[in-house]
T-cell receptor
């Protein structure tokens, strides 16, 4: 079955701009989580969506937002970009089996803010 | 506030050797401890995971050892191969919440 699809793979944006990233989860998975990966901070949880509702949120400023559509596809938006937002943004398609979450990550979107 | 501490940051091992990566956690409410492997240009992929009611879990050349009283767990890669060269992340979560808390990662290089 198809994996997690993230688009675009690479983005270059200017400070102050906004950006929207897209994630299509594995077919049948209703939950999508977003993570930011940087060399300094590692992998940090942004938020989780389940059935179009934000179920969990990490410790990021309000400039970071997301949403999920009825087909489970998700988008995350970053407004008023800062240089420090340069990172690899990873989406994970999640499913819960026997009380355990299984994560399948996409290859990410590499965002560079200049 | 780092809830999962991982060491070492980098590791060089000869082919056929044993690679050992250690993690320590703080939150005793964590009840799920996975390890992820990440190759350049790819997202992390689940390698092996353990629950705190088990002290050891083995899958092929990969073994997790878990010490609940010390709040530590480790990944052992036996007979390390050059193809194992990647960055490894430990993580922890509460199964009821689902979001993973990751360690900072260990870059493993296996020399032929």
């Amino acid at each position: 079955k198809a994996g997690v699809t993230q688009t675009p793979r690479y983005l270059i944006k200017t400070r102050g701009q906004q950006v929207t990233l897209s994630c299509s989860p594995i077919s049948g998975h209703r939950s999508v989580s977003w993570y930011q990966q940087t060399p300094g901070q590692g992998l940090q949880f942004l938020f989780e969506y389940f059935s179009e509702t934000q179920r969990n949120k990490g410790n990021f400023p309000g400039r970071f937002s997301g949403r999920q559509f009825s087909n489970s596809r998700s988008e995350m938006n970053v407004s008023t970009l800062e240089l420090g937002d340069s990172a690899l943004y990873l989406c994970a398609s999640t499913t819960q089996v026997g009380g355990v979450y299984g994560y399948t990550f996409g290859s990410g979107t590499r965002l560079t803010v200049v | 506030q780092q809830q999962v501490k991982q060491s070492p940051q980098s590791l060089i091992v000869q082919k056929g050797g044993i690679s050992i990566i250690n993690c320590a956690y703080e939150n005793t409410a964590f009840d799920y401890f996975p390890w992820y492997q990440q190759f350049p240009g790819k997202g992390p992929a689940l390698l092996i995971a353990i629950r705190p009611d088990v002290s050891e879990k083995k899958e092929g050349r990969f073994t997790i050892s878990f010490n609940k009283s010390a709040k530590q767990f480790s990944l052992h890669i036996m007979d390390s191969q050059p193809g194992d060269s990647a960055t490894y992340f430990c993580a922890a979560s509460r199964r009821s919440q689902g979001n993973l808390i990751f360690g900072k990662g260990t870059k493993l290089s296996v020399k032929p």
